[in-house]
């Protein structure tokens, strides 16, 4: 079911998923259904990679909230498929939480800073913060990877990660990843641009509790992805 509904969204917003054009060549970007070539034409035509810096974060922002814009006039119209998208567990529960510091507490390097930073997110009880946060339809891997940009518009691809969630979760990738998952490099400022144009084109901006929520989001997956599960 989950497999067939992806395609419906993707196909419902060209204006940020690439759509498939029978091909009679082989060349990049190319697939075979039946006797047929299909591929993603407008890969070949784009610019690849964009420069990380605060300009990328601010266009990164900005549509981040049209494309959210986009999922939520989805699934207006399709309010049944919210729940086959909306995934079980959490990685922000307070047991995730919880395991993720008896990881580091475990582990044969002292880590004092990084777990007394841990144990104010735990104080701070992201996990309920989180769950009561509202949720909407969001891609869930936007990291750098994932966008082809042409000029200043970027199509998006692995759309088998799309799911309802906390769109705080949607901040996540841009702000980790850069294509290199092995040394992670956060741009100073980067976060207060991105909450700030995804306002500007959100037609629901990040509410005062989401806006407080989001660093202490990103320091916890900081340490989840890169301190201790590499």
Same mark, same amino acid.
């Given at each position: 079911e989950r497999a067939e509904l992806l395609p419906q969204i993707t196909q419902d917003? $060209?204006?940020y998923f690439p759509l498939n054009f029978r091909r009679k060549d082989n060349g990049d970007?190319?697939?075979?259904?039946?006797?047929e070539l299909f591929?993603?034409?407008?890969?070949? +035509?784009?610019?690849? $990679?964009?420069? +990380? =810096?605060? +300009?990328?974060?601010? %266009?990164?922002?900005s549509h981040l909230g049209?494309? *959210?814009n986009h999922f939520s006039n989805f699934l207006e119209r399709n309010k049944w498929i919210e729940k086959a998208l909306t995934p079980t567990g959490s990685r922000t529960s307070e047991s995730n939480l919880i395991s993720?510091?008896?990881?580091?507490? #475990? !582990?044969?390097?002292h880590h004092p800073f990084l777990l007394s930073e841990l144990e104010r997110i735990i104080e701070k009880d992201l996990g309920t913060q989180m769950k009561d946060l509202p949720i909407t339809l969001i891609h869930g891997d936007l990291? *750098? !990877? =994932?966008l082809i940009w042409q000029e200043n518009n970027p199509k998006i691809v692995d759309s088998e990660t799309i799911k309802n969630s906390s769109r705080l979760n949607e901040f996540e990738s841009p702000l %980790?990843?850069?294509?290199?998952? #092995?040394? $992670?490099?956060y741009i100073k400022g980067s976060l207060e641009v991105m909450a700030y144009s995804y306002n500007q084109s959100s037609k629901v901006p990040l509410s005062k509790e989401e806006i407080?929520?989001? !660093? !202490? %989001?990103?320091?916890? #997956?900081? %340490? +989840? =992805?890169?301190v201790i599960r590499k």
């Open positions: 917003i $060209p204006t970007f190319t697939f075979e259904i039946g006797d591929g993603l034409e407008e890969f070949i +035509r784009a610019f690849y $990679p964009k420069p +990380r =810096n605060l +300009r990328y974060f601010f %266009l990164l922002g049209l494309l *959210h993720v510091y008896l990881d580091l507490a #475990a !582990s044969k390097t990291n *750098h !990877s =994932n %980790l990843f850069g294509g290199k998952m #092995a040394k $992670p490099r407080k929520v989001l !660093s !202490s %989001l990103l320091k916890y #997956a900081l %340490l +989840r =992805n890169f």
